[in-house]
Nanobody
């Protein structure tokens, strides 16, 4: 079984930056797909950004130009660089991965446990 572990959440001021990281708990053969989702209190979950194994990425309109998703194939980690943070970015952020678990290309789906991001002055 693989676990996805998020790190890097915390408190930031408006206009500040944070970097979230999502890593697999054991050796894997990469991510076919990895997305960062967030859920604010009382709101529906939102796909913030995603990246595919081919390197294609996309973003929610609300974060375009401020957030950047990047993958490190050697470390099997995917980071979300968040700049120009706004109060409305406050949420629990989750990573979701379609994980390649063996050399035959078998894929399993996993969610991380979530990390809190709070943007406040």
């Amino acid at each position: 079984q693989v676990q996805l572990v998020e790190s890097g959440g915390g408190l930031a001021q408006p206009g500040g930056s944070l970097r979230l990281s999502c890593a697999a708990s054991r050796s894997i053969f990469g991510f076919e797909y990895l997305g960062w989702y967030r859920q604010a209190p009382g709101k529906q979950p939102e796909l913030v950004a995603h990246i595919t194994s081919s390197g294609n990425s996309d973003y929610a309109d609300s974060v375009k130009g401020r957030f950047t998703i990047s993958g490190d194939n050697a470390k099997n980690t995917v980071d979300l660089h968040m700049n120009s943070l706004k109060v409305e970015d406050t949420a629990v952020y989750y990573c979701y991965g379609r994980v390649v678990i063996n050399a035959e290309g078998a894929i399993e789906n996993y969610w991380g446990q979530g990390t809190q991001v709070t943007v406040s002055s």
